[in-house]
């Protein structure tokens, strides 16, 4: 097939030549007669006779090879995408921010993102006291360099933070030593009701002594989980494109693989 085809070739660039050179002899003809018969005329007609052939000279090229006549269109230049900045800037800011507690400065790194909630304060003691230990616990580490592909880029990190439910899981042997304490100091029927369920203000008490205890140790409730960043190029520069898995981390919601973090 690729025998016949090169043949066809050939056949079609001999038949291209052959026209070429008919039609100039045909246009060397013309112009031998023009001059011939204009040989005693005055100048102008002898530089109109050359204008003439030179024009028969240009339109014998063009028929014989019209691909030369018209270039094929320039193909368009590959443009690259201008990026000014390193992404990993980006997640140093941002990170760093949410250590400070400077939730703005935070926030103006993400897109399309004005709060996460980080600043809100819940309702209740205990879920501040939690919260605070939360906000106090932030620590990060960067791994490597940011992966950059055109206006998308990715950075990988190990973030540290409380593990809340870790926390919660040991709470119970301090709530109830310390309601057992409560007990034989304080007669029985003012801590429960006629069924002998605790009264909801001595729970509560022994929550926030067993949560006051563990948060002494906070500690050894530190995680460390791999979170791969992922950022876009915008018109304010590279910006954190905010998913799930930084939504759960950054609220304690870890992956059962996190690590424990060690100081």
């Known amino acids: 097939m690729e025998l016949l085809f090169n043949i066809q070739q050939l ?10 050179i008919v039609i100039l002899l045909v246009c060397v003809a013309i112009e031998a007669l023009i001059l011939f018969f204009l040989m005693r005329r005055r100048r102008w007609l002898r530089v109109l006779a050359a204008l003439l052939s030179f024009a028969f000279a240009l339109t014998a090229f063009s028929l014989a090879f019209p691909d030369a006549a018209e270039p094929e269109p320039a193909a368009p230049a590959e443009t690259e995408a201008l990026t000014e900045g390193d992404p990993r800037d980006t997640v140093v800011e941002f990170l760093s921010a949410i250590q400070k507690e400077d939730y703005p400065a935070a926030y103006a790194c993400l897109e399309q993102y004005r709060t996460l909630g980080l600043e809100d304060d819940p309702q209740g003691e ?26 998308e880029a990715r950075q990988s990190v ?65 995680r460390s989980v791999e979170l791969e960043l992922q950022l876009r190029y915008t018109t304010e520069g590279w910006r954190i494109l905010v998913d799930q898995p930084l939504l759960d981390a950054l609220g304690g919601m870890l992956p059962g693989e996190g690590s424990v973090a060690h100081e």
């Open 11 to 20: 056949k079609t660039d001999a038949g291209s030549a052959l026209s070429l």
């Open 126 to 151: 205990a879920a501040r006291m939690l919260a605070d230990a939360m906000r106090g616990s932030y620590a990060f580490q960067l791994r490597g360099g940011a992966v950059v592909d055109g206006l």
């Open 158 to 222: 190990s973030l540290t933070v409380l593990d809340p439910e870790a926390l919660l899981a040991d709470l119970k042997p301090d709530a109830e030593a310390y309601l057992q304490m409560l007990s034989q100091e304080i007669p029985r029927s003012r801590l429960a009701d006629a069924e002998g369920h605790f009264l909801p203000e001595i729970a509560e008490q022994a929550y926030l002594y067993a949560l006051q205890n563990a948060l002494e140790h906070r500690d050894d409730y530190l």
